[in-house]
């Protein structure tokens, strides 16, 4: 049946709160600092102390704040940084305008129930827009103007693109995708984006060298942190990223047109970089420490990319994600969107009986999911845990899948690892699987960026449910009467 509700009756509360959805970064941290999700921090080194801070933060606690960089050491006061912005449940939900979260698993629902109506709006191009208040051009540009970071030690240079979006329009479709990778400044005027093999951009740039032809690519660094999530989650190919935070908005982007390559520049960025890359004009790229949690990938010679035009808005904020030894200051919010993502994408596929999804942080959002199923026939475990670990979503740099019964919660690893200790016989029931999409920056991949999967099915052999031994927990309505006539002993725990 058609799910004829209206976007806003489902899911603007938050937005509504606000008055709508934020208009650009600044509005949203404005937001977030009431909402006591932002941490401010004066007089951070770019070299190595920002990345540093980063990590004592995001290690502190799950759902830490984002950290706002204030006067960082050689740079005007004026000339700010952000990390972090949508690490938790409730900055989560305040950029996607969801009702305010009591728990992680509100979001993911609320994302499910945002997908049933969601449909991507193209942005409207605009001739104007706070971006253009300052234009670098010719030899006044200098990408060392911005506080760009070295965010770990053994890191290749400083990288400002991290928190980012590169935008490049498809030769062939004319589609545009904007994707976060990352992006090294050789020097005041290049810089070096690397992009895993398979991702969507660089089968874009691939098809501009295959024909001979240069790139144009813009890299936008500080934004609405809706087009950073979109940027950084797998999105349908052929669907572009700006389009796809237009729909969970609700109201289009702006956009303007750059002035050499006429791609669109989000009218309220912070700080955009507009450049050609060339084929066969490589550099040196890398090392950096990645979200994995390793220097996983060599350094290696990359496009560089000739920037051409720096756009920048006055008082420029900087976005940073600063990848490093899980939890990131991007793991948390990407664990819950991508539970979404997969959940989603398995029922679009056919598969019933789904009562959760969760892709732990210690396996940064992609190496360790768990779906919890009300199994409903024979093989239908299988079915789901191969559903999961090749969907879209969940393929790249996968390692394990794990599908349990709906009794256990797939968020809580002791309940996970209970069920594959006692409903798993590891010789029937786990099954590899060869030869699948990873990339440079699994520590566990071979040069042909491919690598196995552990699919785990912890569920009660379907053939002996009726027959396998009852759990050994007292009924919920025990556990209530006793909780109430122990309250005084409960409220010691
Ligand atoms: C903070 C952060 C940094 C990332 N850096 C890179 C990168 O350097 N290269 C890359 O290929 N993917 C990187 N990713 C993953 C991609 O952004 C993600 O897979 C995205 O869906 C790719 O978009 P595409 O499918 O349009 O290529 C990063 C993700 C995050 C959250």
């Not at 409207?124 to 253009?132: A, D, E, I």
């Not at 329009?169 to 004319?174: A, F, I, L, N, S």
């Not at 976060?180 to 951009?201: C, E, F, L, M, N």
């Not at 053939?463 to 050994?472: D, G, Q």
């Amino acid at each position: 049946m058609a799910d004829d509700r209206k976007y806003d009756d489902i899911t603007r509360p938050w937005y509504g709160k606000y008055n709508g959805p934020h208009r650009d970064l600044r509005e949203f941290i404005d937001r977030a600092e009431r909402e006591g999700e932002i941490l401010r921090a004066s007089g951070a080194d770019w070299d190595l102390e920002m990345g540093a801070l980063a990590e004592i933060v995001n290690h502190a606690r799950a759902e830490p704040p984002a950290v706002f960089f204030e006067n960082i050491q050689g740079y005007p006061s004026n000339y700010r940084a952000i990390s972090g912005l949508s690490n938790s449940s409730k900055r989560l939900a305040l950029t996607l305008g969801f009702a305010e979260p009591k728990s992680a698993i509100d979001v993911v629902l609320a994302y499910r129930d945002r997908m049933k109506v969601h449909k991507p709006i193209p942005p409207v191009t605009v001739q104007k827009g706070p971006v253009l208040e300052n234009v670098m051009r010719g030899d006044d540009i200098d990408l060392f103007k911005f506080p760009v970071p070295r965010l770990h030690e053994k890191d290749g240079g400083r990288y400002i693109g991290t928190d980012d979006l590169v935008i490049m329009r498809d030769p062939e479709g004319g589609w545009i995708n904007a994707a976060t990778y990352r992006v090294q400044v050789h020097d005041a005027r290049t810089v070096g984006i690397w992009i895993s093999p398979g991702k969507q951009g660089r089968q874009i740039r691939d098809k501009y060298f295959k024909a001979g032809k240069p790139c144009p690519v813009l890299i936008c660094c500080g934004q609405d942190p809706l087009l950073f999530l979109a940027a950084n989650h797998e999105v349908r190919y052929g669907v572009s990223e700006i389009d796809y935070a237009g729909g969970h908005r609700g109201e289009p982007f702006e956009v303007i047109p750059s002035e050499v390559h006429g791609l669109p520049i989000p009218a309220h960025a912070e700080i955009v970089i507009e450049g050609t890359m060339y084929p066969d004009d490589l550099r040196m790229e890398g090392p950096f420490g990645e979200f994995t949690g390793y220097y996983a990938s060599a350094p290696s010679e990359q496009p560089v990319v000739h920037v051409e035009r720096v756009y920048y808005r006055n008082d420029p904020i900087m976005g940073i994600a600063c990848p490093m030894r899980p939890p990131t200051d991007v793991s948390f919010g990407k664990c819950i969107v991508k539970a979404g993502m997969i959940w989603d994408e398995m029922e679009r596929a056919g598969i019933s009986g789904i009562k959760g999804v969760w892709c732990h942080e210690a396996g940064v959002a992609r190496l360790f999911n768990v779906i919890s199923l009300k199994q409903a026939y024979a093989g239908h475990a299988k079915q789901a845990l191969l559903v999961a670990a090749g969907c879209q979503s969940g393929a790249y740099v996968g390692r394990f899948t794990i599908v349990v019964d709906e009794d256990v919660d797939p968020t809580d690893m002791f309940d996970v690892i209970w069920a594959m200790s006692t409903r798993c016989d590891p010789i029937e029931d786990i099954d590899f699987i060869r030869r699948m999409w990873t990339g440079p920056l699994d520590p566990m991949s071979s040069k042909s960026n491919m690598s196995s999967r552990a699919l785990i099915d912890a569920c009660r052999p379907f053939e002996r449910l009726s027959e396998f031994p009852e759990v050994a927990s007292a009924p919920r309505e025990l556990i209530d009467r006793v909780r109430v006539k122990f309250a005084d002993v409960v409220k010691k725990l």
